[in-house]
Each structure stands twice: as C-alpha cells, then as structure tokens.
C-alpha cells in the first residue's frame, strides 16, 4: 500500500480514506449538519434519525422498566417507538399540521425528510423538521416528568418562540427571507 499516494508528502487525511473507504450517507446528514439550528437541537435529531432516542421501546430493549411502555402522549395503547411518537401519534399529526404538513404512513426518518422538504417548499426545511421534532419530544418529556398536560397551542407558541430566537442565528442575507416564512406560517 503506497501512504503517500502519488506524491512524496505523508498525510494522515489519505490514510483515513483508505482504511475507512467510503460510504454513502443519507443526504439527510448533510442538510442536518448544514441547518442553523443550535446543536442541542441537531444532536437530538441526529439521535432520532440514528434510532437512538431513549423510547420506550428502546428502554424495553435495554431492559428497563417503565410505568408503561405505552405511547404517553395519546390514547391508542401503541408501543412508543420514533415512528409512532414523532408521525404516528395523534398528538403529533395535530403538531405537524401547525406546518401545513400531511405525514404519509409508509415513511421513516431519514427518507421522510425528503419528502417533507417537498411540502414545506422552503430552504429553512431542515430547520423547521428539527424544531417540530423537538417540541414533541419535549413536550412528552414535560407529560411524563412533570405531569404537564399536553397542549397545542402551547407548542405551537414554543415553536414560533424558538424560530424567532433561530432569527439571530440564520445568516444575515437570508434573515428577511426567514422573517417572511414565519410571518407566513402564523
């Protein structure tokens, strides 16, 4: 194996590719990583489209042992898994529909998200996709650790709220092209 690939200078990037290769990754990764969202926020959404959020399924998995392994946030006894938690759930279309957005049931996160640029039409997208995400799951999390009650319109202000503060951190040429989507949006 030549290290220096044609040249006579060593470089640790080459040897990287060559033992690592190179494996195709869901665009999805490029448009989460690129999103101006904070990085609580993408590391949240990055755990949900890698499967890794802490659902009761999953806690099933680890062998935990919950109340209940139940959806907590609506009434149809389902399992609480990503898919039903975040497009499944009635809670969650009812959040989804804040966007104008209609999930199809045969999706998952990541191929979802491609059709889900399609409806929202807009390049702030991504940035809308991780924050209705995270307001599911915070809003379950307040459910089942704080015994808040579930409400929309609560989420729905949460939402604006934390689109508002994105403001500051959307670049500058494209604030007023994002200042007009949430004008638009409420």
């Known amino acids: 194996m030549d290290i220096f690939l044609g040249s006579n200078i060593f470089a640790s990037a080459k040897v990287y590719g060559i033992l690592v290769g190179h494996a195709n990754v869901h665009i999805i990764f490029k448009w989460l990583w690129k999103s101006q969202c904070q990085p609580k926020h993408k590391v949240f959404f ?3 489209i890698k499967g890794r959020l ?4 999953i806690l099933r998995r680890r062998n935990m ?7 907590a946030l609506c009434n149809m006894l389902v ?5 039903h938690l975040f497009l499944d759930c009635s809670f969650a279309r009812m959040c989804w529909d804040i966007l104008n957005i209609d999930i199809p049931l045969n999706d998952d996160f990541p191929d979802l998200a491609v059709e889900l640029k399609a409806q929202l039409n807009t390049q702030f997208f991504m940035e809308a996709i991780i924050l209705l995400c995270w307001i599911i799951w915070t809003a379950r999390n307040e459910l089942i650790f704080k015994g808040n009650n579930l409400n929309l ?3 729905q202000r949460i939402l604006f709220s934390e689109l508002n503060l994105l403001k500051h ?3 500058a040429n494209q604030q007023e092209q994002f200042s007009s989507w949430i004008q638009n949006l409420e």
């Open 153 to 155: 319109v609560g989420c």
């Open 169 to 171: 951190r959307i670049n």
């Open 65 to 71: 042992h919950p109340d209940s392994y139940n959806c």
């Open 46 to 48: 990055w755990l949900l």
């Open 54 to 57: 802490s659902t009761r399924n």
């Open 79 to 83: 399992e609480e898994s990503t898919f």
